[in-house]
């Protein structure tokens, strides 16, 4: 009896062993994924999104929910009202009605002076209706075109029954033309030049009209084409218009999906990747919608293997950008105070080689936002300059940029970085102090575009993407002494290497008669972020002084070489 009780214990704890060795260890999460992470999804996804003019409310946007939410079925995420205790992966679908009504368009045609070749047709350029445009009559409105080059004078100028084209943002006088000057439409062109205009002729960024019950009018925006031929008519005489729109503008309800992978020893604590749905471009932003689903799905699948066992929660959120995030963190003052980290996929699928510009982590506020110089640069979205208060020290910066530099060689990918800018979903978790980055790409010739399409997407750049923020994130949320000290070791080799391109951009400047007091302020600056830094590695442990120590260390390194640079500066 007792050598049966021995076997019977020795099978036991081989076949625990056994289970013991299926999961991963952190040094193992880059292999497995890269080769499970094929970018397929990710692309499929996208291909299906971006078919849609999606704005928050619309069938664009509401099928596109819907089809995450079959795939997250599929991978084994059980909606939450019919979930248990025992499930790991579970998902909701929120609804909310809209305040005001959602918009689509369904078809448009603008013809100059009964021409047989349209001006603009919306099968070719989806984006020619502005957001929130009425309905024209059937056979269209037929109009004089008035062209306002300076708009101080609109005020001043007859437009009633006219259509007022000029060279600006359509809502900038919307109001005044049509409200006020009783004018029956507007048509604008204001492509910026990052955009390559006269390269990209055909086209449209896409704009809006404040919402008009009352007038129920419309505004339509211009290719560099069709501005240029609409210009040159103008030239010989007068010009008339036909503009026929159709569109659809009705009550609908908000969606927002979320996605958990419950963690196994602290689930309240959790990291939230967030993608936003609306947008009608394919790089903006299904792309990001693709390679959040394609995580999320290889995190199931992972689970399920028994490969993962997150011990924090792991959040993916699909919604309307900024409102969906804003609301996640500010609607549960609970839940807030355990969000540890967001990140945000935005326009993370894009061909470089067509859309121009390179893959970027948009940092969380330090001070190259404040003294943006020698490598540090401005993206051309741009971003205002902050102060010192606006500063968020934090680990996540580096450590996020360690992963991805990491994939970028592996896969021979180019990975670099800019100064904070906001605009994304990554905003309102630092709003909340939550620490938080964006995942994108910029310049894209493309952006905001009609031609931004599926051509645009390449699926390699979807997996590069997926893959390093994966692993990223499962480091993360598996985080412990051993990562928060390799952490720490990272973070003081980044301090160091930081404040010597400093020093010798800081000579640099003296040298151009710059102020040395501004250097030794940039020097301060750095030095106080990378110390502040390093303490918030605490969060990774249950007790601090199991790195305490190797964060005191660190931070005498970086005030050491902080106070030689100081000197040597001071000497100039």
């Known amino acids: 009896m007792l050598k049966k009780l021995f076997t019977l214990l020795f099978f036991s704890a081989f076949i625990f062993s056994c289970q013991q060795k299926q999961e991963l260890q952190p040094s193992e999460y880059a292999d497995v994924i890269n080769k499970e992470f094929t970018g397929d999804l990710s692309y499929n996804t996208t291909s299906f999104v971006e078919k849609y003019w999606r704005v928050v409310g619309n069938t664009g946007f509401n099928k596109s929910i819907?089809?995450?939410?079959?795939?997250?079925?599929?991978?084994?995420?059980?909606?939450?009202?019919?979930?248990?205790?025992?499930?790991?992966?579970?998902?909701?679908?929120?609804?909310?009605?809209?305040?005001?009504?959602?918009?689509?368009?369904?078809?448009?045609?603008?013809?100059?002076?009964?021409?047989?070749?349209?001006?603009?047709?919306?099968?070719?350029?989806r984006n020619m209706i502005a957001l929130n445009s009425y309905s024209t009559p059937e056979n269209g409105v037929t109009a004089e075109v008035v062209y306002i080059k300076d708009l101080k004078k609109l005020n001043t100028t007859n437009v009633k029954g006219k259509i007022v084209f000029a060279e600006t943002h359509p809502a900038r006088i919307f109001k005044t033309a049509v409200a006020k000057g009783g004018a029956v439409g507007v048509i604008t062109y204001n492509n910026p030049k990052y955009l390559q205009p006269e390269k990209n002729t055909t086209s449209i960024q896409f704009r809006f009209v404040q919402l008009d019950t009352i007038n129920k009018s419309w505004g339509i925006a211009l290719s560099y084409a069709a501005k240029e031929r609409l210009k040159t008519a103008l030239t010989k005489g007068k010009v008339s218009l036909n503009v026929k729109v159709k569109t659809k503008i009705y009550p609908s309800e908000e969606l927002t999906i979320i996605a958990d992978v419950k963690g196994s020893e602290k689930p309240k604590e959790r990291l939230v990747f967030s993608a936003h749905v609306q947008e009608p471009g394919a790089n903006d932003n299904a792309t990001g919608v693709g390679v959040a689903l394609e995580m999320a799905s290889l995190t199931a699948k992972l689970v399920k293997e028994g490969k993962i066992k997150p011990k924090r929660t792991l959040t993916y959120l699909w919604g309307d950008e900024i409102v969906s995030t804003r609301r996640y963190v500010q609607e549960d003052s609970i839940r807030k105070k355990d969000i540890k980290w967001g990140i945000s996929l935005d326009m993370v699928g894009e061909n470089t080689a067509i859309t121009g510009g390179t893959f970027l982590i948009e940092k969380m506020p330090d001070p190259s936002a404040i003294w943006t110089r020698g490598n540090d640069k401005h993206?051309?979205?741009?971003?205002?300059?902050?102060?010192?208060?606006?500063?968020?020290?934090?680990?996540?910066?580096?450590?996020?940029?360690?992963?991805?530099?990491?994939?970028?060689?592996?896969?021979?990918?180019?990975?670099?970085?800019?100064?904070?800018?906001?605009g994304?979903?990554?905003?309102?978790?630092?709003?909340?102090?939550?620490?938080?980055?964006?995942?994108?790409?910029?310049?894209?010739?493309?952006?905001?575009?009609?031609?931004?399409?599926?051509?645009?997407?390449?699926?390699?750049?979807?997996?590069?993407?997926?893959?390093?923020?994966?692993?990223?994130?499962?480091?993360?949320?598996?985080?412990?002494?051993?990562?928060?000290?390799?952490?720490?070791?990272?973070?003081?080799?980044?301090?160091?290497?930081?404040?010597?391109?400093?020093?010798k951009q800081g000579k640099i400047a003296i040298q151009k008669g710059e102020a040395l007091k501004i250097q030794i302020d940039i020097i301060d600056a750095w030095e106080d972020w990378y110390i502040k830094a390093l303490e918030t590695t605490t969060d990774m442990v249950a007790d601090q002084n199991l790195i305490r120590s190797e964060i005191k260390t660190a931070q005498n390194t970086i005030k050491n070489v902080a106070k030689d640079i100081r000197t040597i500066l001071s000497k100039k």
């Open 66 to 125: 819907y089809k995450i939410a079959e795939q997250l079925e599929k991978d084994g995420y059980v909606l939450e009202e019919n979930a248990t205790e025992k499930d790991v992966l579970t998902y909701r679908i929120e609804k909310r009605p809209l305040k005001k009504p959602t918009w689509e368009a369904v078809d448009a045609m603008v013809t100059i002076n009964r021409e047989k070749e349209p001006l603009l047709m919306h099968v070719t350029n």
């Open 424 to 503: 994304s979903d990554h905003v309102p978790f630092l709003r909340g102090n939550i620490p938080s980055v964006l995942f994108w790409h910029f310049t894209d010739q493309f952006y905001h575009t009609d031609n931004d399409r599926l051509d645009k997407v390449s699926k390699s750049t979807l997996k590069n993407v997926g893959t390093a923020a994966l692993i990223s994130g499962l480091e993360l949320l598996n985080a412990d002494e051993n990562t928060a000290k390799n952490i720490i070791n990272s973070i003081e080799k980044a301090a160091v290497a930081r404040l010597n391109e400093e020093l």
């Open 379 to 422: 993206t051309e979205w741009g971003g205002r300059k902050l102060a010192a208060k606006d500063m968020k020290p934090h680990y996540l910066n580096d450590f996020v940029i360690d992963r991805f530099k990491a994939q970028g060689k592996r896969a021979n990918w180019v990975v670099e970085t800019n100064p904070f800018e906001g």
